[in-house]
C-alpha cells in the first residue's frame, strides 16, 4: 500500500534556529513527491515538486531533498511567517489516477 | 495569478439535509480533483476529473456524494445526505495535465453538520 509518513507531527523553533522535517514513504512507484504549506483555514500552497533520488530544490529559506525512501524540508533560518504546516505528498504510478497521497504534516512554529 | 475558485467558503447544515460545492480551476487545466481534509489530516482524494470524464472515484461514498464536470470546466460536489461524519474541510485542486503536474489547491470549503 502507498504510504507517507511525516515526523515530527509538531516543531517549535526559535527565530533563527535551522531545522528539518523528513518525509518517508513507500510507494509502488514515484511519479512524483509534492511539498506543499498551509496555513490554518487555507488550501496547501505548492512549494516543491522532486522526481528523481539526489534531486534538490530551493526557495528562499527553505530546500528540499530526495532520496529513494524519504524527502527533507530543510528550513534554515526560519523566521515567524514561516509557521505553518508542511505536507508532503507523493503520486504513485500503480493508481488509477494521478490523485497525491498526502502524508498528516508537520505543524511548525517559530516564536521571535 | 491565476487561482482555483471555490464556493462557498463555510456551509453549515443539519444533518439530513443537501449541501453542494463549487469549484472553477485554473483556466485551461484539464485535470480536476476533489479532495476532503478532516482536521489534523492529509487531504485524500474524493474524484479526479480529465476534462469531463472520472478517472478515479474509488473514493468517493457514492450512496451519498456525487460529483459532476458537464463542460469540463467547472465542477460539483453534492451530498445528501449529509452526515455528522462529513464535517470537514473539502478542497478542489487543478492541474494543466494528467502525470505529474503540479497540482494548485483553492481555499476550500469548510462544511460543518450539525
Known amino acids: 500500500e502507498d504510504q507517507v509518513t511525516q515526523s515530527p507531527e509538531a516543531l517549535r523553533l526559535q527565530e533563527g534556529e535551522s531545522s528539518s522535517l523528513n518525509c518517508s514513504y513507500t510507494?509502488?512507484?514515484?511519479?512524483?513527491l509534492f511539498w506543499y504549506r498551509q496555513d490554518p483555514g487555507k488550501g496547501p500552497e505548492f512549494l516543491f515538486t522532486?522526481?528523481?533520488a539526489g534531486e534538490e530544490k530551493e526557495k528562499e529559506r527553505l530546500k528540499a531533498t530526495l532520496t529513494k525512501k524519504e524527502s527533507f524540508l530543510h528550513i534554515t533560518a526560519p523566521k515567524p511567517e514561516d509557521s505553518a504546516t508542511y505536507l508532503c505528498?507523493?503520486?504513485?504510478?500503480?493508481?488509477?489516477?494521478?490523485?497525491?497521497?498526502f502524508g498528516k504534516g508537520t505543524t511548525l512554529s517559530v516564536s521571535s | 495569478e491565476a487561482e482555483v475558485a471555490q464556493s462557498p467558503r463555510y456551509k453549515i447544515t443539519e444533518k439530513s439535509q443537501a449541501v453542494a460545492f463549487w469549484c472553477d480551476p485554473i483556466?485551461?487545466?484539464?485535470?480536476l480533483y476533489w479532495y476532503r481534509q478532516i482536521l489534523g489530516q492529509g487531504p485524500e482524494l474524493l474524484v479526479q476529473?480529465?476534462?469531463?470524464?472520472?478517472?478515479?472515484d474509488s473514493q468517493l461514498p457514492k450512496d451519498r456524494f456525487s460529483a459532476e464536470r458537464l463542460k469540463g470546466v467547472d465542477s460539483t460536489l453534492k451530498i445528501q445526505p449529509a452526515e455528522l461524519g462529513d464535517s470537514a474541510m473539502y478542497l478542489c485542486?487543478?492541474?494543466?495535465?494528467?502525470?505529474?503536474?503540479?497540482?494548485?489547491f483553492g481555499p476550500g470549503t469548510r462544511l460543518t453538520v450539525l
Open positions: 485542486a487543478s492541474s494543466y495535465d494528467r502525470g505529474a503536474d503540479t497540482q494548485y
Open positions: 510507494v509502488s512507484g514515484l511519479r512524483g
Open positions: 522532486l522526481y528523481s
Open positions: 505528498a507523493v503520486q504513485a504510478s500503480g493508481q488509477a489516477g494521478t490523485a497525491l497521497i
Open positions: 483556466s485551461g487545466h484539464a485535470t
Open positions: 476529473f480529465q476534462d469531463e470524464s472520472v478517472v478515479d
